[in-house]
């Protein structure tokens, strides 16, 4: 008889932590707001001068979508107008895991590291210390850009002697008169010409 008044407990706590369990609700996750909605909300506080507000709705946006890569491409076009080059670098790379063929991430990429190492090289420049193996890969990669660029000149500095055209080569060739280099510049590429 004692076992069955045990029993007959058991059971009776067993039905109500059941049916208490079964009373807990999982909580519904709202659907996020549409993309397009987030965007929209994101460009009118840019558009309004409310650039950290901006940011966060590009990252609310970034982070309810994440395989899209608008917010991102958002968050670097800001960045660079801004100029916070190394910011826009690492939202255009983020474009670029989503869409490795987007031009304008490359852009920003591109530009932004150019600009941030002409920082540096000037500040290396004015500091006197653009020498030894840093010297030759910084005259290499002048070389490179100028190249692609299809230049003679990386940087070209106001001045009264105009150089003449130069020869063209093919449809990257440019015409036209470029002001030549100041040797008594403060250029930070003026000892990789």
């Known amino acids: 008889m004692n076992t069955s008044i045990h029993f007959r407990q058991l059971m009776g706590v067993l039905v109500c932590s059941l049916a208490l369990g079964a009373c807990t609700t999982t909580p519904v996750k ?32 970034a982070a309810a979508y994440p395989a899209d890569k608008e917010p991102w491409l958002r968050m670097a076009q800001s960045k660079y107008e801004g100029g916070q080059y190394g910011e826009a670098i690492i939202d255009a790379q983020e474009v670029l895991v989503r869409d490795p063929a987007d031009k304008v991430a490359n852009s920003i990429v591109a530009i932004s590291g150019l ?17 030894g193996p ?49 040797n008594g510049s403060a250029n930070p590429f003026e000892g990789l010409k």
Do not use: I
């Not at 600009?115 to 020498?131: F, G, I, P, V, Y």
């Not at 002697?161 to 280099?181: F, L, M, Q, T």
């Open 134 to 182: 840093l010297r030759v890969e910084s005259q290499d990669l002048a070389k490179l850009l100028r190249e692609s660029l299809g230049e003679t000149v990386l940087v070209p500095v106001k001045s009264s002697y105009v150089a003449p055209a130069k020869v063209g080569r093919g449809k990257n060739a440019r015409s036209g008169n470029r002001p030549a280099a100041d």
């Open 115 to 131: 600009r941030l190492s002409t920082r540096a090289l000037a500040d290396l420049s004015r500091q006197n210390n653009l020498s």
């Open 30 to 61: 709202p659907a996020p707001t549409p993309m397009g909605e987030m965007l929209s909300k994101a460009g009118a506080a840019a558009g309004s001068g409310q650039k950290e507000a901006a940011m966060t709705l590009w990252r609310e946006a």
